[in-house]
């Protein structure tokens, strides 16, 4: 099983330690500096202290379906609506597995990890410099070898949006792999946002429900295309 929230903890952005390693230069500080440390992230990992990593995605991602379905009025894109809150997706449902499904939980385990993995190669490939500093932090927080190896695999590819699309089985795994990516990044950035629409198109998910969960989230929602 990997140990998601120490892997989140080792991907979390370091931004002055990155600099630091390569002279000041932020542009070569890598791609992954920002992961996970803007308020979407920040809240994340709030709630994965609380709740574990995945059962928090899940959350968010029940959180953003049920107020979608719960057939509340869409919230015009220029308003700046109250984010709502989420709690952790309770195990035994379409979110989160059963305790003891084991081959359940570390596909779904994967499968956000790689998501937001593929989420922060968006504007490039992710640096040596950058797969050093992740690797050294995963070995100072104690993360396990099958965690530690799947990370640097993950790292060391390509972005395969076609491999993690192709991954998801169910509309409520599209949801959290959409909800992983989200949290991942910086949302404000070109080419981040360009991803993000062609990930949700991938995914098949509709515009409000993509909106719902920048909202549950605590992100700005997506630019009008």
Known sequence: MLDVNGILGALQGQPARNMAMVGG???????????LTGKPGRKLLGKAAKYGAVAALGGLAYHAISRRQGGQAPTPASASPVPPDYDAAKPGTAFLPAPGQTEAQNTLDRLVVRAMITAAKA???ITEIERLRIHERMFELGLDAESRNFVAEQLSGPMDLDGLVAAVQTPEE?????????????????A??????????RLGLDPELVD??????AADRLAPA
Do not use: N
């Open 174 to 190: 599209a949801a959290e792999v959409y909800a992983a990516s989200l949290v991942a990044i910086d949302v404000h950035g070109r």
């Open 123 to 125: 504007d490039g490939a």
């Open 212 to 217: 719902r969960l920048h909202d549950c989230a």
């Open 25 to 35: 230069g932020a542009a070569a500080a890598g791609l992954a500096a920002g992961m």
């Open 192 to 201: 981040e946002q360009a991803y993000l629409g062609m990930l949700s198109a």
